[in-house]
């Protein structure tokens, strides 16, 4: 069983299943209102708590992203490792196993969960995660909630938040778990449910494993430890830039990563502490990412004066690795990003680099026909669902939708075509996506082998990675493709595609 059912322990016992309506809630409840992004005013609430929920209701309101704006909100507040720890606990928890806690809100409150009101849901949801998955006394939990629905609702949200609560605090969670359980419609559903990610993503992840060779007997196993994986903090992973630094100057406690050569753990805390980080030489990289990037460079030895592109760049975290390897090999990179604030990101992520390379801010499914043959590797890491990076963005599980692959996909392919326009005869394509969806991984390999027969043939990105681990990394079945998961590998789900245009 994943998620909430392991990460339960808290609750306390009787109480029964009593709803927040039969345990002394406002019955009305808050009025739903325009939706507003509330900015809570200082009380006696742990800075920890306030920052949870302030990211929260930002993730809910602005379509923020957690992983960008918590960091910022902690080195604001001046908060301790300990309280940092706990605000990051307390945001990607909930933002993670909110599906799951807005089960438990329904049945507690006897109110469909569309109609309370954001700002409130917001702090029943971090309430919950205290409740039923971490060790907090239950009173602190629920008189904080109280206290914060105070500062960014109205008054009746206090009576309603303390009701519900309070109701919540007199079942055990495993009986809630069992409760969410009964309402679900199917048995995905039911996974939906346990493991709080939504239904129409674990029936992708299903296929995705299908395709990836995982036989039906060990799918159901495999299913439920991906959907656990994703609901388990990502390891601190580091990429020592290539020419820049050695691994083992970087130090600070880190170890040399198992899988990928210019890769290694570091133990948790602010990366930024480590100098290296704070330098620009060592930067903070999922190891699939570090391999994705490995594949590109490493595929066939670099002829001096190569020229490659990054064609969807931002944040900058592969164009950093292409460019230190590119530099040792005497190649050299641009960097493109069509979004002005994400090409600035590029700009910062390869600073520490001498002669960084040049940022482009381009539509890259134009650059082929403006620049036709005029590169001789790029890499396309497209704009996808970022399904299998749920475990660092927990929140991008409830943002994406099936109507969202659609238009990812026909974006995929355009910028495809794009990259092989611009491609020298000869030269080699990365297409890589932090997904595993089939549409946007095996369907575009297909497509693209379909719309450029004889002019593209794929290369062997499993041989080419397994080259580059030296032979430690764990594949699927047998295919020129690479579908790495965070269950196998400990790493994000990316996906790898090698080309050569001929
Ligand atoms: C998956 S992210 C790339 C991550 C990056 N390679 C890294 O490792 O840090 C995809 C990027 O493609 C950019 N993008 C979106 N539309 C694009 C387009 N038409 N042309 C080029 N890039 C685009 C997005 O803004 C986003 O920054």
């Known amino acids: ?119 409130v849901r917001d702090v029943l949801e971090l309430g919950c995660h205290q409740i039923l998955s971490m060790r907090v006394a239950q009173h602190a939990a629920v008189n904080e909630s109280v206290e914060l629905a105070r500062q960014v609702a109205s008054r009746s949200a206090t009576g309603f938040v303390n009701g519900v609560l309070r109701a919540i605090t007199r079942t055990p ?44 007997d060990d799918l159901p196993f495999q299913l439920d430890d991906l959907l656990e994986s994703d609901n388990t903090p990502a390891r601190l992973s580091l990429t020592a830039l290539p020419g820049l630094i050695e691994r083992d100057a970087v130090g600070h406690g880190t170890e040399p990563s198992p899988l990928s050569p210019i890769g290694l753990l570091a133990p948790t805390g602010d990366p930024a502490g480590i100098p290296a980080v704070h330098e620009g030489t060592a930067r903070v990289q999922d190891e699939g990412s570090q391999l994705a990037a490995l594949a590109l460079t490493r595929a066939r030895p670099i002829t001096a004066g190569e020229r490659w592109l990054d064609l969807c760049a931002g944040p ?67 704009p996808c669902t970022g399904l299998g990076a749920l475990r660092r963005r927990p929140e991008a599980r409830w943002r994406k939708t099936p109507g969202d692959v659609a238009a990812l996909v026909i974006l995929q392919q355009e910028l495809i075509d794009s990259a092989v326009r611009a491609l020298k005869p000869g030269g080699l394509l990365a297409y890589v996506t932090c997904s595993p969806h089939v549409a946007e991984t095996r369907g575009q390999v297909q497509g693209a082998l379909r719309r450029w027969d004889g002019v593209l043939e794929q290369v062997d990105a499993q041989a080419v990675l397994r080259a580059v681990t030296d032979g430690a990394v764990t594949l699927g079945a047998p295919d020129a493709a690479v579908q790495l998961w965070p269950h196998r590998n400990n790493t994000d789900a990316m996906f790898v595609a090698l080309f050569r245009k001929l």
């Open 1 to 119: 069983m994943s998620g909430a059912a392991r990460e339960g322990q808290g609750g306390s016992a009787g109480g029964g299943r009593r709803g927040a309506s039969g345990g002394g809630a406002d019955r009305r409840g808050p009025q739903r209102r325009k939706p507003a992004t509330p900015s809570p005013k200082p009380g006696p609430v742990q800075p920890a708590r306030r920052i949870a929920l302030e990211v929260i209701t930002a993730v809910r309101a602005d379509d923020a992203y957690a992983n960008l704006l918590l960091p910022s909100k902690i080195a604001a507040a001046h908060l301790d490792a300990a309280d940092a720890g706990l605000a990051t606990e307390l945001t990607y928890g909930t933002l993670r196993m909110r599906g799951y806690y807005d089960r438990v809100i329904e049945l507690a409150s006897g109110r469909p969960i569309d109609e309370i009101d954001g700002a």
């Open 173 to 216: 969670a495993s009986e809630w778990l069992e409760r969410a359980m009964d309402t679900a419609t199917d048995d995905d559903d039911r996974l939906a449910v346990a493991a709080s990610h939504p239904a129409w993503v674990i029936r992708a992840f299903r296929r995705a494993l299908v395709a990836d060779g995982v036989p039906p």
């Open 316 to 382: 900058g975290g592969k164009t950093a690795v292409l460019a230190a390897e590119a530099r040792l090999g005497g190649a050299t990179v641009i960097g493109n990003e069509p979004v002005a604030a994400r090409a600035g990101l590029v700009r910062r992520a390869i600073a520490a680099i001498p002669d960084a390379p040049e940022v482009w801010e381009r539509d890259g499914t134009t650059i082929g026909a403006d620049d036709p043959e005029s590169f001789d590797r790029i890499l396309v890491d497209a």
